[in-house]
């Protein structure tokens, strides 16, 4: 794939209906999940993006095998004790900050040792957050300023833990139910409410997991061990991809879209949630459930009369990964936005927050940013006429896929750099947006 894209040109109106690939989150834990199954496990629509062959190379060198062609992905799992490989496997996590954290968990009863790598990306970002209660299990872990490269070496006697799990990260949480499953006795996780899929899968998979709220948290009891057989299963469409799409929708005059068969988990629809305070034109249609998931189609209709958000607390984690494409939304709405509490983006795979100040401006927008807080004066009346170069981003997806939307959306001359980026979680997003009849080159 080639580097750089050029946008000279706004989209003009479109009027479609498309489906985006399979969820990434639920794509990375089927993976994890299905490896531990005893017997056969089947996925259609799972993501086969850079971050989910990433999960497949993990666990085939952890000595599970796979096949996968266009319809669908099956592994053959081995059950809890499944795992064989020699010492000082190298496992390449690659871009994928949940591979990398949950796969600590899986890897606690492990008798040898791997090491963990990752990207220039993956490799800046903060670990301590799973080596903490990772050692707590009795897991061993040697790693140089808690980054990776990690070796990581497992433990006869796992121990159940009881922790607070107070950032609201799904991948801490999610790292942590997965050892839970291997070991003895009873795990108690008290949790800031954040994305619930490992929940949700264990529930599907009729795993002895009990989730309840209390004071705002939610508390997980796991009892492990429990082996499960093989499981098929439809991974749905990927909000966070779909949002690149709502959001070109929203700022292209009369213009609509309907996007099929997306996870609508609540712990995931903040974006939805966000938009429509600040007056979009989104509904949710045929919602059902599905394996436990909720999944429906989105419509959008372009809105020109947008108004600024004073962002409520309890939306951060519901829309972690949008908040780049949210920003863009205040950036052309009338009024000043608001958000707090919000210095988890800048643990992503670039400094999300230092990312969406430097974009903003660059756009002529006024912004203040604090360590933990971001205020946007939004212009209604915004029309881009400059050359807007988009490079030093740590090669991060959504930072990438951001600079497209404001190209298409807004106007102006663009060039993007890496856009092999992309590949990480939407191999064919610029297709789609090709479809939509954007020129891109
Ligand atoms: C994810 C959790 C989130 C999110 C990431 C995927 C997951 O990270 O940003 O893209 O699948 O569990 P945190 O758990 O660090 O918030």
Redesign the pocket.
């Known amino acids: 794939m080639k580097k750089i894209a050029y946008i000279n040109e706004k989209i003009k109106s479109f009027n479609s209906k498309i489906y985006v690939p399979g969820d990434?989150?639920l794509s990375?834990?089927w993976i994890l999940m299905a490896s531990q199954a005893v017997g056969t496990s089947i996925a259609y629509n799972m993501l086969q993006s850079e971050d989910a062959l990433s999960a497949l190379n993990a666990i085939k060198k952890l000595g599970i095998n796979y096949k996968i062609n266009n319809e669908n992905c099956k592994i053959y799992g081995k059950g809890l004790n499944g795992f064989s490989f020699k010492n000082n496997t190298i496992i390449n996590a690659g871009n994928s900050?949940?591979l990398a954290?949950?796969i600590f968990g899986l890897l606690i009863n492990s008798k040898n040792q791997i090491i963990l790598k990752g990207d220039q990306s993956l490799s800046k970002r903060d670990f301590s957050?799973v080596i903490k209660p990772m050692r707590m299990f009795g897991q061993n872990i040697q790693s140089k300023n808690q980054k990776l490269p990690i070796k990581i070496k497992g433990t006869y006697y796992p121990k159940p833990i009881n922790f607070k799990e107070k950032?609201?990260?799904?991948?801490?949480?999610?790292c942590i139910l997965l050892a839970a499953m291997k070991t003895p006795g009873e795990t108690i996780v008290k949790s800031v409410p954040?994305?619930d899929?490992?929940e949700k899968l264990f529930k599907y998979l009729k795993l002895p997991i009990k989730v309840s709220r209390k004071n705002k948290l939610d508390l997980i009891k796991y009892k492990g061990i429990k082996n499960f057989k093989g499981f098929n299963y439809i991974i749905p469409g990927d909000i966070?991809s779909s949002s690149f799409f709502i959001v070109l929708t929203l700022l292209t005059k009369n213009s609509k879209i309907l996007i099929k068969n997306v996870n609508v988990n609540k712990s995931r629809t903040g974006i939805i949630d966000i938009l429509k305070i600040m007056k979009a034109k989104i509904t949710l249609k045929n919602k059902k459930n599905y394996n436990g998931e909720y999944i429906a189609d989105i419509f959008v209709k372009s809105s020109n009369k947008l108004k600024s958000i004073n962002c409520p607390l309890k939306m951060n984690?519901r829309s972690?990964?949008e908040f780049l494409l949210i920003f863009l939304v205040c950036a052309t709405a009338n009024g000043v936005s608001k958000f707090n509490n919000i210095g988890?983006l800048r643990?992503?795979e670039t400094d999300r927050l230092k990312f969406a100040n430097k974009f903003l401006k660059k756009l002529g927008i006024k912004t203040k940013v604090t360590k933990n807080s971001f205020k946007i004066y939004g212009n209604p009346n915004l029309k881009l006429d400059k050359t807007y170069k988009i490079e030093k981003f740590d090669k991060d997806h959504r930072a990438c896929m951001l600079s497209f939307i404001a190209a298409l959306a807004l106007g102006g001359k663009w060039i993007i750099y890496d856009i092999d980026s992309i590949n990480t979680s939407f191999p064919n997003f610029i297709s789609l947006l090709k479809n939509l009849g954007a020129k891109i080159s």
């Open positions: 990434k989150s990375i834990r900050g949940t954290r949950l957050r950032k609201g990260s799904a991948q801490v949480k999610s954040s994305r899929h490992t966070s984690s972690i990964d988890e643990n992503k």
